[in-house]
């Protein structure tokens, strides 16, 4: 076998290896793989952005609650006050009338505070439902993704004898190939799978580009190392 030919075989070899490699990760069970894990990392992503607008609107709901104690706390001291004045002969009417109003004022705050504070806790918990039912399915998704992966990795072991031969046909291959020619397809192989090209006519057989004919005689002669002028793999007889 030429020094050509070697080099083709070598190729062949790795691209083997690279396509079961590939057929790995296109196996229905892979993809399937992958769609469990998008699904698990956007099901995480919504139950924090839940928990964290649950814990905020808590915040707001203990503020609002504060509020609320203090209103009463105000219409208690308000309502005694009004009792002592209707026992006190000195009370005018006008005093009277001034309190009944503020302790008017201070009910309808309450009212509408405790409003508020009804329709906050009517969201945290609709809210904590919600992180329920996305905890539970995130909860699923992820035993789907595990008992998933679990059968990719059966899928990588059933491939392992194939891969084992492919590479020992690799090493044997590549014992063929001359030094010098070996490092430079190692240096082509860096950006390209298929470093190694054959002479389609008078194109290149990688890219598909029209050759001169100096370099398609060059080529054919088989003496020459030559590279195509466009893409720059190796060609070869
Ligand atoms: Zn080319």
């Not at 995480?44 to 509020?67: F, I, Y």
């Not at 899928?155 to 430079?184: S, T, W």
């Not at 090209?197 to 060059?218: F, P």
Request: one cysteine or more; charged letters at 30%; hydrophobic letters at 35%.
């Amino acid at each position: 076998m030429n020094q050509w030919e070697a080099l083709w075989e070598y190729q062949q070899a790795n691209l083997a290896l690279a396509k079961l490699n590939d057929n790995l990760k296109s196996t229905p069970t892979y993809k399937k793989y992958l769609r469990l894990k998008t699904a698990c990392k956007k099901y995480q992503e919504m139950l924090n952005a839940l928990v964290a607008q649950l814990n905020a609107k808590l915040d707001d709901a203990n503020m609002v609650s504060s509020r609320f104690s203090e209103l009463q706390r105000q219409y208690e001291l308000e309502k005694s006050e009004l009792d002592i004045m209707e026992q006190d002969e000195m009370t005018t009417s006008a005093e009277a009338a001034e309190s009944k109003r503020s302790i008017e004022k201070l009910l309808t705050s309450i009212k509408s505070i405790a409003q508020e504070l009804r329709s906050m806790l009517n969201w945290c918990s609709s809210t904590q439902q919600r992180i329920n039912d996305t905890a539970a399915q995130l909860e699923a998704a992820t035993r789907d993704r595990e008992a998933t992966k679990q059968l990719c990795e059966d899928e990588r072991k059933q491939a392992v004898p194939e891969a084992e031969r492919i590479k020992a046909d690799i090493l044997a291959k590549r014992a063929e190939v001359p030094d010098e020619l070996l490092k430079k397809y190692m240096a082509l192989a860096a950006s390209k799978s298929n470093p190694v090209a054959r002479l389609d006519g008078n194109t290149c057989g990688g890219c598909h580009m029209s050759l001169s004919s100096i370099v398609v005689r060059q080529v054919s002669s088989g003496n020459n190392y030559v590279e195509c002028e466009n893409c720059r793999r190796i060609l070869i007889p």
